[in-house]
């Protein structure tokens, strides 16, 4: 017998974070159809993500994660858009309420995920980190790399965004990141050693996220090494459609270079917020295959 999914049916999510990340979780949430915010948290009542969701019918409350302690029925699922410092606190206490978490934060607590790469593993552990927007752009990328060249022993990448795009969330967790972005590209693609660099760019009008992958490397196998990339941008189009790969593997002066770009959906973000749009469209992928799995189990 097979077990589908039962229609009109969604499984209920909370946003704590009221700011940029969440207001956008929350615009993509609103069209999913298998997920539903049943509440929206922060700690301003006065917020403009509090009465942006208000307007738009949605329970709030600024109250913060206590609003979910108090009343853990309400949902199913949790994204923590705060910081990497608030998930340290809040981690447990979902944990502890059984609630399926995904952290949009830095703070490298959860099972690290990028769905392109281990969706599978990511909807099984509680709590999820979705690490960083250079992790989610870039790590896919050198991964491939790596797959057609192993010996590789050093990554650099260099991101540029949007000084726009950065909000007080992504300035203040600016030393997280580099460090997560780090981390995870040695935990998934076994390379020895990677540096993460961060370009906050003030030019207007805004430029759109660019990513550039450095890789050390004697006479690499550059038509196979392409082949290889050119698959993994498809696959992460798949739920991110503003990614590209805009300079194709070149090799000069041992460095094996690639340039990727991520033009943003344009829902509550402008379109130049890239850098936000991926990590937030990679979080939404996890949590609408957990929910599925949900509703078929249900």
């Known amino acids: 017998m097979i077990v589908t999914e039962k229609k009109n049916k969604k499984v209920p999510v909370g946003i704590i974070g009221t700011g940029n990340i969440g207001s956008d979780l929350l615009t993509k949430i609103m069209r999913s159809d298998v997920l539903e915010c049943t509440i929206f948290a922060g700690q301003n009542p006065d917020s403009k993500g509090i009465k942006r969701a208000q307007s738009m019918g949605v329970h709030t409350s600024f109250e913060s994660i206590k609003a979910i302690q108090d009343n853990p029925d309400i949902c199913q699922i949790v994204f923590d858009a705060t910081s990497a410092k608030a998930h340290a606190v809040h981690a447990p206490l979902l944990k502890k309420l059984g609630i399926y978490t995904i952290d949009m934060t830095p703070s490298r607590i959860g099972n690290m995920c990028i769905p392109s790469m281990n969706l599978a593993e990511g909807i099984k552990a509680q709590n999820v980190n979705m690490i960083t927007c250079g992790g989610q752009a870039n790590i896919p990328i050198v991964d491939a790399i790596m797959k057609i060249h192993p010996e590789i022993e050093y ?144």
């Open 155 to 298: 990554i650099e990448i260099v991101s540029s965004i949007s000084s726009k795009s950065a909000g007080i969330g992504t300035r203040d967790n600016i030393d997280e990141y580099t460090q997560a972005t780090s981390d995870g590209i040695m935990q998934f693609t076994g390379v020895k050693k990677a540096k993460t660099i961060i370009i906050l760019n003030p030019a207007d009008p805004p430029i759109y996220m660019h990513n550039t992958i450095y890789a050390s490397v004697k006479d690499p196998n550059i038509e196979l090494v392409r082949n290889k990339i050119k698959e993994t941008v498809s696959k992460i189009q798949e739920y991110v459609p503003g990614y590209s790969l805009i300079v194709e593997p070149i090799y000069e002066n041992g460095l094996l270079t690639v340039m990727t770009e991520v033009v943003g959906l344009g829902d509550y973000l402008p379109v130049y917020a890239g850098n936000l749009d991926i990590i937030n469209c990679a979080a939404i992928s996890v949590a609408e295959e957990y929910a599925r799995k949900k509703l078929m189990t249900s």
